[in-house]
């Protein structure tokens, strides 16, 4: 799958979702004592129906699996095993929301975190921006290090390890947040002027790597689903402020051509974008 | 899968779910709109955990999934894909249920029905009871002459058509109901002192296969899950009745050794019991 075949599906999925073609439940799980099981499930009306499946049982997560029948014969037309498909489809949205949103010129991106996450937002944005150099910092050197690697050699981009979340962020046009703290990452005052942050991290009250300072640095502040904010527990970071207010989403910004200058999107898993995926790559 | 298997397995799966070692939660579900998922999930303690997914969206049903994973890393052993399993299990619950409460000497069975439960109910029970002759009963002439000659040549028993749902149940030392009827489809009168009847089809209220009458029939009550028929919408068919309360559960049975002579078993499905049985295959 090519970055920007990803970008360009779940483009079209966020857009069925926002014009209600895309239905895109709430989540469902089951207690099974030790652990649990939970199930995101999606339907395309007319095309498919779907779900991705993942488990609560250990620290490490186990495999997901992601399924998609046909609409009409009910009969599977693709599974997916393995937790690779998951990162791809948040990376593409990612990549769907930079495109949307940040300058068409912006060359220069940060990353703070250097886990799968970060690494797919980096496949995808790489796709949709012409990038002039990549600063990518995390606690461990030797982590950092070995992205650097990697990347460069991978996506053939001017890759550079840094010293701190400051450096990775400070006069950057892009920067992602994709890390797994309890706390803020970074001084919003590091954010220029019409940057476009994207954050992947922990978002809810109690533990998150950002604070509602981060909404305010910015005039548009956007995120791929509204429901899923409303249906974390514990809750979204922002419950109950009003940065959670100014919340907009990604299908609005894509329907309605909606534009900022300095821009925070908030990731959070549209719901049925797996299976959309799944279907596009069997299809 | 040999029937014996199947049976053997089904009674370990009964009996680790009444000891509380299988943990079998309700059943969950999304509304995709024009139709829903649902999922059942279980887990074996320290073994395994999984779910079988199915849907609601057509008068046919699609492909049913079935997925276990290993407990201790979350990687998936096995998923199975189509609606063979399902009926196997639901088979070799009823082969058990006959291998713990019917008579020893018991060789003579009437189906009522000749749908694919009505098959996997005969493939398991001719694994726990000598049969001598199977009367077959179901209202297309057509249907059960197909299922008398497949029955015939696969399991090299004496099957015959009997031209009515009494034939079918008259005299025989075992009797399963296995239709689509809304309604009632044999009189209780015609079952025998010491007879064990097993009920697949409908349990709702306002579309059973069978009513109060049946249950006052037996001495002994039986289901897989107690659980189940309080789970049911529309309510269990014996819902709010004092014959609900007669119900006993298989893993009771089991692990106290009860005995009934003339018994109902009303087979509803355990939950956990795909998952357990598709574990075994791939072990």
Not at 132 to 160: D, H, I, P, T, Y
Not at 227 to 247: E, K, M, N, S
Request: proline content about 4%; overall charge negative.
């Amino acid at each position: 799958m090519a970055a920007h075949e990803a970008v360009a599906w779940m483009r079209e999925a966020i857009l069925a979702a926002h014009a209600g073609r895309l239905r895109t439940p709430p989540r469902v799980a089951t207690d099974l004592g030790d652990g649990r099981l939970v199930f995101t499930t999606g339907a395309l009306q007319g095309e498919w129906f779907g779900y991705r499946s993942y488990d609560g049982f250990d620290a490490e997560p186990g495999e997901q699996v992601v399924v998609v029948h046909d609409w009409q014969t009910g009969t599977v037309r693709g599974i997916a095993v393995g937790n690779e498909l998951g990162p791809r489809r948040v990376g593409a949205i990612g990549g769907v929301a930079v495109d949307a949103l940040a300058r068409t010129d912006a060359t220069t991106l940060g990353l703070v975190g250097t886990g799968t996450q970060a690494w797919t937002q980096l496949w995808a944005i790489s796709a949709v921006r012409a990038l002039s150099s990549v600063a990518v910092f995390s606690r461990s050197e030797e982590r950092r290090n070995a992205f650097v690697s990697r990347a460069s050699e991978e996506f053939g981009l001017s890759v550079n390890a840094v010293g701190s979340a400051r450096e990775a962020v400070e006069g950057n046009d892009l920067v992602v947040l994709a890390t797994n703290s309890p706390t803020p990452v970074i001084d919003p005052a590091w954010v220029k002027d019409g940057a476009f942050v994207t954050t992947l991290g922990p978002k809810q009250v109690g533990r998150a790597e950002f604070g509602p300072e981060l909404i305010d640095r910015a005039d548009l502040v956007v995120t791929d689903s509204i429901a899923q904010t409303h249906a974390y527990d514990p809750p979204f970071v922002l419950a109950g402020t009003p940065q959670h207010d100014r919340l907009i989403s990604l299908g609005e910004v894509l329907a309605d051509h909606v534009k900022g200058q300095t821009v925070v999107f908030c990731s959070v898993g549209l719901a049925g974008t797996e299976a959309y995926l799944l279907n596009k790559l069997v299809s």
